[in-house]
């Protein structure tokens, strides 16, 4: 034995250790993979070994590795067998690796959870540390539950380092656990009032990251927070507030109005670029959220527009990035302010950065307008053209182009220009934009009508020179553009001029190697030309012309027909068939040209996107009745739940009607297809890869590849820049001739001109070059109104949208509700009083006491009784609801202290003794002293005294409270039978110290246990529990609960909670439950719902204690 | 919040990894390399932020970072973080490395944050960046106080350390003598730190 304990040292003594992994992972460069894999082995050999202190060698070796990529969750047991190390050296190791690698997946976090809680509470205050910072890392759902009321207690400990990391876990605990928000939330609002700054700070961080989430909810705290920022010197908690600042206003306008002056005066007084900047920010939201209602803030507008004007001017990037970032802020409300700095933004434009040039980019998109809109672009184009890389070029094409079609093509005067421009765009190298363009192409040709004839010209140069587009592999994205070339040449043939020439571009062999839905657009407009050459050529007898279309069709088509795209061979083959029997026809001199062309009939319009959830649905028409009746052999087992599934979710089962009537919308179907063909707004999202399909036939035809370096100048095309030429000179045109006219109109009326016409035009002045008809989206009529929400459902924090300031029954009973313990002491809590929750309560009671002072100026009692069962509190919950706004409201409370009770530990060891722990809290001016806690024992409950006291002799508190300032104290009490529920009243005496006098103070209270108090969450196997219930000593008892509506998870969660039981087994709907009390008995509960009824059958082996948990069950229940 | 806290070197190798949200073992490297990607391109006098990558974030997602000598620092943050606050912490979180764990560097300039001394402490620095930052959130600014508390700490590790750890200290203290380039152990029990009153902003 002894000879392997020396072995086992000796061993060790070799092991590596982190220094020497890092320093033999650096000396094999070479094999490195190798090496570690030979240092896998040797970890796994130590942490076979009992020695804790090589398994934390190893598993501190292990988080090193885990860095490097390796994967290292086979070794979570013995993560975590270190981390129950009694050591704090190794237990840092343990959470340090255990925060490293797991998460809400790692099996063995269940076994963590007592190990954790005997950390939370352990004497030294690192250990509770370390375990927090570990917790917050991989805390699950079910740690969250089973934790939560641990750290809500560990929120009030007396010292702050773990107090402030408390707080700050509770958020994490809110993620997982939303139910803890509302309990826990008194005490975190508490703490914002701490007097540690860190505790202030954590505090702070945490309710602004719960209100930038749910921001209505925490209105109410306003006053709080502006007392915070008037008084807090440090720049982290002022920047969170006012951060959080800026996510309220938007929620309540009058807070905007009271912030604005400290705002302005910390912009001007702050040295801190952080602050000021911040300051800034939220400034604007104010004015945002002010600039419906309020005229006139241009002062502050102004302020924020020059103090970011100094941050672009700075010569520090950051700044010049955030003051860019700002800027495009204000811009969403005060375009006009931000548009006089355009020289500015213009010049970030050119910045070597190119986080600052996009920045600048998003700034852009707001200052056009219809006057400088083509001149920006020209300035882009030349970006354009300069830009290295392609992602920066990328993002300069998605600008151009949401510049340009922003609200409708609002500043667009001449879409000539603009389809130039896109056609410009097409000559970029690489880019992966070419749907988009393409689909501007598309909207521009089918909206704007006017443009058509224009359009389809370039289209038709555009498939003329596809080659170029195409030629280059790396042009691929490109190729989109193709696309909608082809269908606009099809859809609008009748404005080609040389319909001829392009069918014969469309149908060259080259076409083939263009991905298969481009192919297929062409097949299936080369169709479409075809009918117009036809029409074109009508009368003629014996047209040439329209016969040599129909042979340059059958000629070419079979090399689609042979493609290895569906929808291109499908569409060909149909269309060559068509041809050939046209063919014939044309041979006898049959008109054809008429039923050609109407096969393509019709006119396209765009629909709105919404348009067909908008249909409304026609009075008398029942979209869940059957159409037919089903068919009757169905067998009644499966009836039933159909019915109750048609009736709850008639959305899904209207699908399975429409399968009904197949048949006959078949036919309509089919059309709909063709109509989806030709339709582009049926372009697909993403381009399919491109298939190089080689044809036979295609390889000897010659095919000159042209692959220049240098930006093509696609022959014919017109370039963009004349346009803009054209258009200045129009408008000058247009101005000279207005002018003429005005003169004219002066002379005629001279006394009513007052338009002084110096200045630049405006808006209004610019008329668009041709009669532009944009064609609106068609909406079914009668569309329904509808907004609909687009917020993400699997967002967690939406769960923590709760509003806290509306009573809720259940919350009341939470508090008096304590939650589990294991092997450690049991933790209880409930709070005496709804102390700062019912602030306005507070102030009634000091309004009737002033009241009261007045008439007896000496001696007033202030006797808060506060009954833990809370019937007082329903009048406390009635109280009118505060106003968010009493900003700056002074909290000075003539003479108060308070009594709270926060934890009743019940020692599992000593099953007869609890430890009461009572928060002291003096909400006086006054300094209070001497206090007394004395309680009056009841038979069955004792506090328990110092030997050689009386009986009913009074406890000193071991502290003095100062003004503002709360304490813990911690009393024991002896208690004998835990089967009914308890009060016990009690009273603190204390001395009020003021500058003059002292008085002598009384408060009364009740302490109340009930028995889900005493219960504590103990796991339990089902083959244990099934032997339990087995063995026949248990008394049964039953419950019913009408009305719960509520999932069941939760319903089961609510019970774990508040009445710690801990699920054993949960089949469907339909769980089985487990606790224990301190003095062991077993309660056990099977818990079943349908519908709306909840029935708990119980079983334990003490009646009355049982009888008492299920009324607390009911009243947990009755009250949700 | 801060999603993810990353230092690599210029070459792209991690020096350590702090992920606030779950990352499998492969992808937490993929974001390295596209965060490396994305950060090492960039040249040293333009702005400290970037959007987001694509793997970790989104559009409410920056990242800030400081570029030290080989060392990049890299924070993932979202839009409840300042930016020039976060900028200013990893100013701070580097002079606490240096002086929490490398006290001999006291004297020097704060942002010479040895990559060596880096790799031989990745846990030590965990330490230290677990009493700055928490849960994603920032637990506290003050300097004294962190100082202290890491000190305490370490003071705590000590005095259990003179038991058990003690053989493999002196085994790895024997490796350790012929190496010229490793760093030498350092206690920090038995120096007397005084912070510059430096402001946290």
């Known amino acids: ?118 950390d939370l509470s352990s004497p030294n205050q690192y250990d509770t540390g370390v375990a927090l910072t570990g917790l917050s890392c991989f805390v699950t759902p079910d740690l969250a539950r ?85 008084s807090s010197t440090n720049n982290w908690v002022l920047i969170k507030i006012i951060k959080l600042f800026g996510a309220l206003t938007p929620l309540e306008p009058r807070l905007g109005k009271k912030l604005i002056e400290p705002l302005t005066n910390l912009i001007h007084s702050t040295s801190a670029m952080s602050l000021l900047y911040e300051c800034v920010n939220t400034v604007i939201a104010v004015l945002i959220s002010l600039s419906s209602g309020m005229p006139n803030h241009s002062a502050s507008i102004q302020l924020c527009v020059q103090k970011l004007r100094i941050l672009i001017e700075d010569s520090d990037q950051n700044l010049k990035y955030l003051g860019l970032l700002a800027m495009s802020k204000i811009l969403k409300t005060h375009p006009k302010s931000v548009q006089s700095h355009k020289d500015l933004i213009l010049q970030c434009l050119d910045d070597k950065d190119e986080s600052i040039r996009l920045r600048a980019l998003d700034l852009l998109y707001g200052m056009v307008s219809k006057k400088n809109l083509m001149e920006i672009v020209k300035k882009l184009m030349l970006h354009v053209d300069k830009a290295e890389g392609t992602t920066y070029r990328d993002e300069l094409l998605t600008k151009i182009i949401d510049i340009c079609s922003q609200s409708n093509f609002q500043y667009i005067t001449n879409f000539e220009w603009y389809i130039s421009i896109l056609v410009e765009l097409t000559r970029l190298e690489g880019t992966r934009h070419g749907h988009l363009i393409a689909s501007q192409m598309l909207d521009v040709a089918i909206r704007v009508k006017a443009i058509r004839g224009f359009a389809v010209a370039q289209m038709a140069t555009l498939l003329d020179n596809a080659h170029l587009l195409t030629g280059n592999t790396q042009r691929n994205g490109i190729c989109e553009v193709l696309y909608a070339a082809a269908w606009i040449c099809g859809e609008f043939s009748e404005h080609l001029e040389d319909p001829m020439q392009t069918l014969e571009a469309m149908l060259r062999p080259k076409v083939a190697t263009l991905p298969g839905h481009i192919q297929a657009v062409y097949v299936q407009n080369a169709a479409k030309l075809f009918a117009t050459v036809l029409r074109k050529h009508d009368g003629e007898t014996e047209s040439q012309a329209a016969q040599e279309t129909s042979q340059l069709l059958i000629d070419r088509l079979p090399l689609f027909v042979q493609s290895a795209n569906l929808e291109v061979q499908e569409r060909a083959s149909c269309i060559l068939q068509l041809v050939k029997y046209i063919q014939k026809l044309q041979q006898k001199n049959v008109e054809v040209a008429e039923e050609v062309t109407a096969l ?139 002018k003429k006219k005005e003169k004219k109109k002066k002379r005629e009326k001279r006394g009513k001109e007052r338009k002084a016409d110096s200045g630049p035009e405006s808006e209004e002045d610019i008329t668009p070059a041709h009669q532009v008809d944009i064609v609106t989206e068609e909406m079914p009529e009668n569309a329904l109104p509808s907004d609909d929400d687009d917020k993400d459902p699997n967002d967690p924090h939406k769960a923590l949208d709760i509003d806290l300031d509306k009573y809720v029954p ?91 009770v926060y934890d009743i530990q019940g020692n599992h060891q000593d099953e007869s003794k609890v430890v009461v722990s009572v928060i002291f809290e003096n909400k006086s001016d006054s300094f209070l002293k001497s206090m007394e806690f004395n309680v009056l024992d009841s038979l069955n409950s004792k506090l328990q005294r110092p030997e050689g006291a009386g009986a009913h002799d009074s406890l000193t508190v071991p502290f003095q409270l100062p003004p503002g300032v709360s304490n813990e104290a911690r009393f024991v009490f002896s208690v004998q039978s835990i089967i009914m529920p308890q009060k016990l009243k009690g009273t603190l005496t ?40 087995e063995s026949g000593d248990l008394k049964g008892s039953s419950l019913r609960l009408e009305g719960i509506n509520m999932p069941f998870h939760h319903l089961l969660a609510r019970i774990c909670f508040h009445h710690h039981f801990s699920v054993v087994e949960r089949i469907d709907s339909c769980a089985s439950m487990y606790s224990r009390s301190i003095q062991g008995h077993h309660v056990c509960l099977l818990v079943k719902t349908s519908d709306q009824t909840v029935s708990i059958d119980a079983k334990c082996d003490e009646p009355s204690l049982l009888g008492n948990v299920l009324d607390e069950i009911k009243q947990t229940f009755s009250k949700c | 919040m801060i999603k993810a806290i990353l230092i690599f070197n210029n070459h792209g190798k991690p020096r350590l990894i702090r992920f606030y949200q779950y990352f499998a073992e492969d992808m937490q490297q993929q974001i390295i390399r596209e965060t490396f990607h994305l950060v090492s391109k960039r040249d040293d006098n333009v702005c400290n932020f970037l959007e987001g990558g694509s793997l970790i974030g989104g559009s409410d997602y920056k990242l800030i970072y400081r570029h030290y000598a080989t060392l990049y620092f890299v924070f993932c943050v979202d839009s409840s973080e300042s930016e020039l606050g976060i900028l200013d912490l990893i100013q701070l979180i580097c002079f606490f490395v240096s002086v929490c764990v490398f006290v001999e560097t006291l004297d020097k300039c704060f942002e010479n944050v040895c990559e060596l001394d880096l790799i031989f402490h990745m846990d030590k620095v965990h330490y230290i960046l677990q009493e700055v930052v928490m849960g994603g959130m920032v637990l506290e600014t003050n300097m004294n106080e962190i100082v202290a508390q890491v000190e305490l700490q370490n003071r705590m590790e000590k005095s259990e350390g003179g038991l058990s750890a003690a053989p493999a200290r002196a085994v790895s203290a024997v490796k350790n003598m012929n190496l010229p380039e490793i760093p030498r152990n350092i206690n920090i029990g038995d120096i007397n730190i005084k912070v510059p009153s430096l402001s946290p902003f």
């Open chain 1, 990 to 1029: 204390f001395i009020v110290k003021s500058d003059e006098s002292s008085t002598h103070e009384k408060l009364d209270f009740k302490l109340h246990f009930t028995c889900t108090s005493y219960l504590i969450t103990t796991p339990c196997y089902s083959d244990a529990y099934a032997k339990l219930l």
């Open chain 1, 810 to 900: 259940y919350c009341r009973h939470l508090q008096f509700i304590h939650v589990l313990h294991i092997i450690k002491p049991t933790v209880y809590w409930f709070p005496f009083q709804k102390s700062s929750k019912h602030k306005k309560k507070k102030q009634k009671k000091e309004k009737e006491e002033k009241e009261k002072k007045k008439k007896k100026r000496h001696h007033h009692h202030h006797q808060h009784h506060s009954d833990a069962g809370g019937e007082d509190s329903v009048q406390n919950g009635t109280v009118e609801e505060e106003e968010p706004l009493p900003v700056s409201q002074s909290h000075s409370v003539s003479l108060k202290q308070e009594v709270k």
């Open chain 1, 600 to 738: 393509f009939a019709g006119e396209l319009n765009p629909v709105a996107p919404k348009a067909q959830k908008k249909v409304p649905i026609p009075e008398g028409l029942d979209l869940d009745a059957w159409i037919n009746e089903p068919p009757s052999e169905s067998e009644s087992e499966d009836e039933k739940p159909k019915a109750v599934f048609a009736k709850e979710e008639p959305k899904h089962s209207r699908s399975r009607h429409t399968e009904v009537d197949e048949k006959e919308l078949a036919r309509r179907r089919e059309v709909r297809k063709q109509e989806q063909a030709n339709n582009p707004f049926y372009i697909k999202a993403s381009p399919s890869s491109q298939k190089v399909y080689d044809a036979p036939g295609v390889e000897h035809i010659p095919v000159v590849q042209i692959d220049l370096s240098v930006p093509l100048k696609v022959p014919g095309m017109p370039m963009s820049d004349q346009y803009l030429k054209l258009e200045v000179e129009r408008r000058q045109k247009e101005k000279a001739e207005r």
């Open chain 1, 146 to 230: 089973d934790l939560a009321n641990d750290i809500m207690t560990l929120m009030s400990h007396t010292k702050p380092y773990i107090r402030k990391k408390a707080v700050l876990i509770m958020y994490k605990v809110f993620l997982k656990y939303p139910e803890s928000l509302r309990p826990a939330f008194p005490r975190l609002k508490e703490k914002l009032e701490d007097p540690d700054p860190g505790v202030q700070s954590a505090a702070v961080n945490v309710i602004c990251e719960l209100a930038r989430r749910n921001p209505k909810n925490y209105l109410s705290l306003a006053p709080l927070f502006f007392k915070l920022m008037t």
């Open chain 1, 1 to 118: 034995m002894a000879l392997k304990i020396v072995k086992g040292s000796i061993d060790r003594m070799f092991d590596k250790n982190l220094q020497d992994l890092v320093r033999g992972i650096r000396n094999h460069k070479d094999d490195e993979a190798k090496y570690i894999s030979t240092c896998i082995d040797e970890i796994k050999q130590e942490l076979k070994q009992d020695n804790i202190a090589v398994k934390a060698n190893a598993v501190c070796k292990l988080t090193y590795l885990q860095m490097l990529g390796y994967d290292v969750s086979w070794a979570a047991f013995n993560i975590v067998e270190v981390m129950s190390s009694s050591k704090f050296t190794y237990k840092r190791i343990g959470y340090l690796a255990a925060s490293q690698c797991f998460h809400e997946g790692t099996d063995v976090i269940m076994l963590t959870t007592n190990q954790i809680r005997k």
